[in-house]
């Protein structure tokens, strides 16, 4: 009598297993396809939440000429930004999951939409641009990340603040409406 009412037990347990094996199987499966679009349901395009504009390139205060992509993370601990009476210049280093070439199509199209002019650029290893403006350069260095890591860009600024302010035509450079240089910061 106890060997039969031990397999009653064992049998009895089975259909709630079978049961909860089920339950969780159709929560994935309504998981992935609630998720991935996998489902017979076409997208809402008219929800806000769903459909979100991509990423637009941002700039560094006082930099309204200088267009960063938005994959790339400012590194303020490793740039930095000298000023005097007659010139304003700084290194400003950005971190980020980037293509090199993505970079350097990026920069080369959007730098001359700001007023830049490209003055020449290497591409090897590492890729180098340099833009230039009336009384302001500014050199782009790309470094490609080694395996995962991140690719590094730092950007070169200079601008010649004594010929701004001695009468030279600003040219969207920085200049105020008054003639004084507005040197840029972060």
């Given at each position: 009598m106890t060997k039969r009412h031990v397999k009653q037990t064992g049998f009895a347990h089975f259909p709630l297993l079978l049961l909860l094996?089920?339950?969780?199987?159709?929560?994935?499966?309504?998981?992935?396809?609630a998720g991935n679009g996998w489902g017979s349901g076409a997208r809402d395009e008219s929800d806000p939440a769903k459909k979100q504009?991509?990423?637009?390139?941002?700039?560094?205060?006082?930099?309204?000429?200088?267009?960063?992509p938005s994959e790339l993370d400012f590194d303020r601990e490793n740039s930095m930004v000298v000023q005097t009476e007659s010139f304003a210049g700084g290194v400003l280093q950005f971190r980020g999951r980037v293509e090199t070439n993505s970079l350097s199509d990026f920069f080369t199209t959007t730098m001359p939409r700001q007023g830049w002019k490209l003055a020449g650029s290497v591409k090897h290893k590492n890729i180098m641009l340099a833009f230039a403006k009336p009384y302001k350069t500014c050199t782009i260095i790309i470094n490609e990340g080694e395996l995962s890591q991140k690719a590094t860009v730092r950007i070169y600024l200079t601008e010649d603040l004594a010929a701004i302010n001695n009468g030279g035509s600003n040219g969207g450079n920085g200049a105020s409406e008054q003639g004084e240089a507005v040197p840029f910061s972060f």
């Open positions: 094996s089920l339950l969780t199987l159709s929560l994935l499966a309504g998981g992935c396809t504009a991509p990423p637009q390139p941002y700039h560094i205060s006082g930099l309204e000429d200088l267009r960063i």
